[in-house]
């Protein structure tokens, strides 16, 4: 089946500093792959996407590499912000297997202090 | 993408009332996801609204408990039926857009939902 595994927070990082947020998937197809933000109070936000194998998504300075020989789709960027606190959320979907049902992992929190 | 609002954004309920959740799309689309999720946790799907037909409810949620309205094709309400401590989330809906091969879902701000 498909499943999300991501990385366990809460993640606190200094302003600047290098983020990497790890996800990898099980998908019996060829998913599509996302990473979505929640900002404190807020609703979720596609921060980035990408549909198949060595694409890479970016948005906001964020990157993530669809990489399916490790399964992964690991979220990075080079200098955080104390504007990037969130929660963030690795999602996959699979539509030629499982339609249009998405699959979540569990959120990592980010905190970044000045 | 959609724009998507939800109503209420918060509420504080007594346990045993209802609630009534409303979702809104500045576009019409084919279909409405309600997704719940819990202090600390990930979404869990609750159930797929179409217009037209009955919603297509996820394992252990029923009818009953989260009756969905779907009238039209930029509108769909939750309801959050007889209401219990364990009921306290964030309630949020979702649309659907697509791509070539590949979907996307937006989301709403969500409703924060608190039962005494």
């Not at chain 2, 609750?46 to 919603?55: D, F, L, R, V």
Request: hydrophobic share 30%; glycine share 8%.
């Amino acid at each position: 089946g498909n499943s999300v595994t991501q990385m366990e927070g809460p993640v606190t990082l200094s302003e600047e500093a290098f983020l990497t947020i790890n996800c990898t998937y099980t998908a019996t197809g060829y998913p599509s792959l996302f990473w979505y933000v929640q900002y404190p109070g807020e609703g979720l936000q596609l921060l980035l996407k990408a549909t198949k194998a060595d694409d890479k998504g970016s948005n906001k300075g964020f990157e993530a590499t669809y990489r399916k020989e490790t399964t992964s789709f690991h979220l990075e960027k080079g200098s955080v912000q104390v504007s990037d606190s969130a929660v963030y959320f690795c999602a996959l979907s699979d539509p030629a297997n499982t339609g249009n049902q998405f699959y979540f992992g569990t959120g990592t929190s980010l905190t970044v202090i000045p | 993408s959609a724009v998507i609002s939800q109503k209420p954004s918060r509420d504080i309920c007594q346990r045993g009332t209802s609630l009534t959740i409303q979702c809104q799309v500045d576009s019409q689309v084919t279909m409405m996801f309600w997704y719940r999720q819990q202090p600390g946790q990930s979404l869990t799907l609750i159930a797929t609204a179409n217009q037209g037909s009955e919603a297509t409810y996820e394992s252990g949620f029923v009818i009953d408990k989260f009756p969905i309205s779907r009238p039209n094709l930029t509108f769909s309400t939750l309801t959050v039926s007889n209401m219990s401590p364990e009921d306290s989330s964030i309630y949020l809906c979702s649309v659907e857009g697509s791509g070539r091969g590949y979907y996307e879902q937006y989301f709403g701000p969500g409703t924060r939902l608190t039962v005494t």
